[in-house]
Structures are given as structure tokens and as C-alpha cells.
């Protein structure tokens, strides 16, 4: 049989870093296994349902070169992949379960069920429905059909024990008497989670069910559910937490969580990709840099680890530095080009363009960290009142008008004749070291310390290099 994953996303808001990892992991088990992944949007809680939120998350997949085989975007015989649009598959599938007496209609609603909790709280007893629906008669349940909102609870069995068998896991086993009667069908007729990814999982093929531990404590529920149907159960892997670095559970009000936000704050996707890959899975060594590629013939569900992955953000940043300065020259400036157009600064010249981004890529963990250092070579300089009396002492003088003498001699210059120029500015002058150095760079660049002189001006170009320095004159 074909291995078949899914990643199937709530459209309640932005793609979170857990919701990327889980879809991360099935994509490169898919991909090493010569399987299928699928993308599906469980938006059966429609009070929570964002507009356009489905379109984003897709949107955000495309920009991390993550392709999914089915989904919504795409026609195949599975489909539809909104559960909004399945609502006849889980009527239908419903029935059979009420038909076997393995579901049953239940009118309490809030503040009997309230009541309940209240009550098996204070006496300090395990939180479940009492069934107190389940002993009405076949007259009693059609005729409270037609006239009061119900859903539809699970009947979970008796003094039994359901065993199932999780691959980071192993041997999970729970006692029937501690599963909840789970709803299945809410009042409004929408399935819950529990009930319709079930249906969806077997229905569309699915054959390992990859998702967060948070699911753990619910899949001996799914487990009977496939029992009911009398369906083989899909693989299971539960994924460790994603913690903050203190070890709470990661969440908004620790910072930022979407996925988004990170592109937008001018993480590449490749570091994304890279850093989230190894939340929870370690490769055969110690490398930490891997491409797409190299992750899809790395991946192994063996190598998923039990405990907690924490979310380090200067982990993220260091790994970013090393995408800025390590990936081609091109792919960096197709990232920058968006943002340094924002600034209103003209990115058509590309050779300038590709020696601002090469520069400031090695002095920058981020996109819009190499903003700074470029702004020199597109913005009108500011000098401080201390680099003002030091352009302007008898040395500096000296140094600038030499220099932009011999400049203005010859049109073309290469890297070495600046820097002979330099050397030779400073013997004619008599002046050596800082003295030499810092009144070019300041004229030029507008701080003591930045790029080497020559690579200022391959980057200024020699007129602007020329009308730079005779402003200090």
C-alpha cells in the first residue's frame, strides 16, 4: 500500500511554527518513502474560522517550497478537502454508528452539563458525561429529535482497555472507564475534530498519522472510532512539544509564533525550513545546516526524539547569518529586493545592487538587519559635529584633497590602485594609520568604521566617490 500522510490545519488564523513542524515532518516521510502528503483544512468550527486564512497558509507553503500532492488547490477523487463541504460523508458515516449502538443522541446541554462538571469536580472524580441520555427509549429520543437541539456522543465500551502502538512512543494502553463519551456531531450538525478526521483519515487513505503530542491523550477515542467502523488503523507518531526556552508550552504570549511573522521579520525560508526540521528530530551527526533536499534523504521516524524541543530564537538567528552569507549572491538579493524597494531605494542598478546586498550580507543575521549598513550608498549622509571637526582638521584636509586630486585623474580604477592610491595619499601627506583612514571612510561612508575603502568606492562608483569627498573641502 501507498504511504499516505496528511497535514490538516485549522483556518482559525497565520500558519504557527508547531503547525509547520508537523507538516515539515510529514513532508519529508513522504518524500523519503516515495509517498503522498495531503493538505486538508478542518474547518468545522466555523465561529473560529478566519477569512482567507486557508489561502494564507497555502500561500505561506508555496513560499517555503513545500507542495503538497493533494488538497484543495488540486482535483482528485478524495476530495473535497474542506470538511465544511463533507457534511453528507459524516451524516452518512454517523448513522452507521447510531444504527450499531456505538452513538447516541444527548440533549443536555449547557447548564446541566455545567452542573455535572461542577459536581464531579468538587467530589474530586474524573470529568465525564454521566449518560444520563443514554437510557432514554426509542419514543423519548425521536420525539426530543424534533423539538430540541442534541448532539451526537460516542458510546465508549465498558471495563475495556484500548491498546494501540505510537512509533516514538511504543505501547500506549488507557482504561475505557477514563475516555470521555465523546461528541461527534455538534448541535448545529458540524462534526468535531475527533469524529471527522477519523472519517477523512481512512476515506482519503491516509496510512500514519503524524501530528503533536497534544493529540496523545485523544487517540485512544480515535482509536474506537476505527474499531466501531471495523477500519485497520493508520500508523501513529506523536511529536514532541515545542517549548520557550523557560520550558512552558510555546505560545503567543511568550512572542511571536506564525510563521509569517518570522518571514516578515526577514528569516529566509531555507533557515526556517532548516531550524524547524531539527524541533524534536536530530540527524545521524552533529551537521546542522541542511538543505530541502538534504532533509528529505535524511528524515527518519526513527530519529524523532520523546521529550520537548525548545524554540530558540538565537538559535534561529545565528542559522540565518549563515543562509545570509552562504547562499548565491542572487538568491539573496531576490529576498532583499522587496524590502530595500519599501525604503524607496532604486534596486535597478544591479551590479551597485549586488555589491550593497554582497556587503551588508556578511554584516547582518537578517534582511532587514542588511538595511543599516546599506544606507549609506542610497541615503543622504549625516555627519555628528565630532566627525564634522575631524573632516575638517589640517591633516584630514590634507588626506581629502590628495586623494580626490588623484581620483579625478583616472576614469577607471581597479581594487589594487585604490588601495596603492591609499598607501600613496598617506606617504605624500605624512599622515599614517587612523589619521589616514578615517576622514576617507567618514566622507564616504559616514561612520569611522565600515566596508574597506576600496570596496566603497567599487560600490559609490568614482563620481559619487569624488562628489562625497569635495564636500568636505
Not at 484500548?162 to 511504543?170: G, L, N, Q
Not at 487513505?205 to 503530542?213: A, Q
Not at 511529536?239 to 510555546?250: F, G, H, I
Not at 551588508?360 to 542610497?378: G, L, N, Q, V
Amino acid at each position: 500500500m501507498e504511504t499516505k500522510v496528511r497535514f490538516a490545519p485549522s483556518p482559525t488564523g497565520n500558519l504557527h511554527v508547531g503547525g509547520l513542524r508537523t507538516a515539515l515532518f510529514n513532508y519529508l516521510y513522504a518524500k523519503k518513502v516515495g509517498g503522498k502528503i495531503i493538505l486538508r483544512i478542518e474547518d468545522t468550527d466555523q465561529n473560529r474560522k478566519v477569512e482567507k486564512a486557508a489561502e494564507n497558509i497555502l500561500d505561506v507553503f508555496n513560499q517555503l517550497n513545500i507542495h503538497f500532492d493533494e488538497g484543495p488547490h488540486l482535483e482528485s477523487k478524495y476530495g473535497p478537502y474542506f470538511q465544511s463541504q463533507r457534511l453528507s460523508i459524516y451524516k452518512d458515516h454517523i448513522q452507521i454508528l447510531l444504527d450499531s449502538g456505538t452513538a447516541y443522541p444527548c440533549f443536555c446541554m449547557g447548564e446541566r452539563l455545567d452542573d455535572l462538571r461542577l459536581k464531579l469536580a468538587t467530589n474530586k472524580e474524573h470529568i465525564k458525561y454521566d449518560r444520563h441520555c443514554l437510557n432514554l427509549s426509542q419514543d423519548e429520543i425521536k420525539a426530543k429529535m424534533e423539538s430540541e437541539p442534541y448532539v451526537i456522543r460516542m458510546k465508549v465500551p465498558d471495563g475495556e482497555e484500548v491498546v494501540f502502538y505510537d512509533v516514538v512512543r511504543e505501547r500506549v494502553a488507557i482504561q475505557c472507564d477514563e475516555i470521555d463519551d465523546q461528541v461527534l456531531i455538534k448541535s448545529d450538525g458540524f462534526p468535531t475534530y475527533h469524529f471527522a478526521n477519523v472519517v477523512d483519515d481512512h476515506l482519503m487513505g491516509i496510512t500514519h498519522v503524524m501530528r503533536g503530542e497534544e493529540w496523545l491523550p485523544s487517540t485512544p477515542k480515535h482509536v474506537l472510532l476505527y474499531q466501531f467502523f471495523n477500519w485497520k488503523l493508520p500508523k501513529f507518531i506523536h511529536l514532541p512539544l515545542l517549548l520557550n526556552p523557560d520550558k512552558s508550552k510555546l505560545s503567543k504570549r511568550q512572542g511571536d509564533v506564525s510563521v509569517e511573522d518570522y518571514l516578515n521579520k526577514g528569516y529566509l525560508p531555507e533557515t526556517l525550513i532548516n531550524f524547524v526540521a531539527l524541533l524534536g528530530w536530530h540527524p545521524k551527526d552533529e551537521k546542522e545546516l541542511f538543505s530541502l533536499s538534504d532533509l528529505e534523504n535524511e528524515f527518519s521516524v526513527k530519529r524523532i526524539n520523546k521529550s520537548g524541543a525548545v524554540f530558540d530564537v538565537e538559535k534561529l538567528k545565528w542559522m540565518n547569518g549563515q543562509y545570509l552569507k552562504n547562499l548565491p549572491i542572487e538568491t539573496i538579493m531576490k529576498y532583499a529586493k522587496p524590502v530595500f524597494k519599501s525604503k524607496g531605494w532604486d534596486t535597478k542598478n544591479t551590479e551597485k545592487f549586488k555589491a550593497v546586498i554582497e556587503n551588508a550580507r556578511k554584516r547582518a543575521d537578517t534582511i532587514h538587519e542588511m538595511i543599516k549598513p546599506s544606507i549609506p550608498f542610497y541615503a543622504e549622509l549625516e555627519y555628528s559635529d565630532e566627525d564634522n571637526n575631524l573632516l575638517q582638521n589640517e591633516s584630514s584636509q590634507k588626506v581629502l584633497t590628495y586623494f580626490s586630486e588623484k581620483l579625478t585623474g583616472q576614469i577607471n580604477w581597479t581594487e589594487a590602485e585604490i588601495k596603492l592610491l591609499v598607501n600613496e595619499t598617506g606617504e605624500i601627506t605624512g599622515v599614517k594609520g587612523k589619521d589616514l583612514y578615517a576622514p576617507l571612510r567618514i566622507s564616504l561612508f559616514g561612520e569611522v568604521h565600515g566596508p574597506d575603502i576600496p570596496l566603497l568606492i567599487g560600490i559609490l562608483g568614482i563620481d559619487e566617490t569624488i562628489i562625497r569627498i569635495q564636500r568636505h573641502i
